[in-house]
């Protein structure tokens, strides 16, 4: 049975096989610390660190390379932005479709004393940007938005919520964890003040890499302190970029490969991996709206959305559709909550959760139609079975 | 298998399947139902007649669980039906 991935929002896969080159190649042949010595293998090192960053820069049309900072994910990026800005006494505006990675350090800072007021969005996963305008006072110092939902897919208008932070004389920090590497994003032209990506999702990198990116001008407080191979004189941290927040050795053979990663993509152009994808997110939500029993969550427009689809078979629970796909289809979904609980109550699907579906560059329009076979099945099974029996199921022993 | 068990984290899920099947004891880990346990995305079916026994070993090794469930789902009748349709 081929197999069919379709959870690239979780992590991409396969990679190109150019960030395999890269990776092989860093482990035998270019594995020194950069800016730590100066010999050939250290600056071999320091030449891929910042040769990826300069691919990234060009990606999101950063004004300089030295306002991308490496971090481990797009979560550790979220953490560096938030912890960096916000102190006690500060206002903090949020959406209801944000995932854990910025709601979970928001309730921690709430503790802290920093006001939080998250903006609740339509059933369909729209935030309002008059809500948004209205929740800003005095002491409102950030807004964080997704770019795309991770369970919905709806992409939000950055431009318009950065022209509104910006008016506001509030920074703007976009997570772009679902959509950076296949939905374009141009800092300049957007205005956004901040941007958390993840390497392992969109842009095809290695896990354990990630970035964010500064505007300039803007001042945050590392999250870590420590040896950055610069400045070795003295024991205070230092305040330029990146060095700032690069304290320890970075992950050097991930971001070997993600630079090989982004490099791959600028060559295709990020406006055809959009393309791609959301053909793919089209036809799937053209077949699956034929399907009786199948219920379709968020936009429902492919123009509207990244690359992905969440849905239920009526009659069946997620874990039972992803189950079946699994093992008797070989396609790869994300079942139940994603790791998102306000954006699950948002859409109405708390606690059950959703089938999700994300599609990414080496996905075909074969494979999504295969998927919507197997759901024509699974889908007329779950309607028989809810009409003749039940699942039994007893807790019997608790931890 | 009529039994499963979940977990708060799917290191102690990928843990137990080691545990048991080193124990020549039938493991499978699944997609975790939700409607059993919210807290993860993987839960392990075994042989709910031999539970005191998996429990032993899990706890000698420090595997946490969640819970313990009866357990025998609609989707073991997929096969079934696919079969009826061919």
Known sequence: MPMIYFDNAATSWPKPPAVRAALDEYFGEAGGNPGRSGHRMSVAAARIVENAREVLAALFNASDPSRILFTHNATHALNLALYGLLRPGDHVLTTSMEHNSVMRPLRHLEGLGVEVTVIACTPDGRVDLEAVRRAIRRETRLLVTTHASNVAGRLNPVGDLAALAREAKIAHLVDAAQTAGSVPIDVRETGVDLLAFTGHKGLLGPTGTGGLYIRDGLTLAPLLRGGTGSDSAHETQPEFLPDAHESGTLNLAGIAGLGAAVRFLLEIGIEAVRAREQNLVAQFLAGASDISGITLYGPKDAALQCGLVSFNVGGAVPSEVGLILDESFGIMARTGLHCAPSAHRTLGTFPTGTVRFSFGWFNTPAEVEKALEALRQIAVWAAREAAVSHQEAVKTWTA | ?86
């Open chain 2, 1 to 86: 298998m009529d039994g499963l068990i979940s977990f708060f984290a799917s290191h102690h899920a990928i843990r137990a399947e080691a545990v048991l099947k080193r124990n020549g004891l039938a493991a499978q880990l699944i997609p975790g139902p939700k409607d059993l346990s919210p807290n993860c995305g993987v839960a392990l079916r075994f042989n709910y007649a031999i539970r005191e026994e998996a429990l032993a070993l899990l706890a000698a090794k420090n595997v946490r669980i969640d819970g313990v469930h009866f357990y025998r789902p609609r989707t073991d009748n997929w096969n079934l039906f696919q079969a009826e349709r061919r």
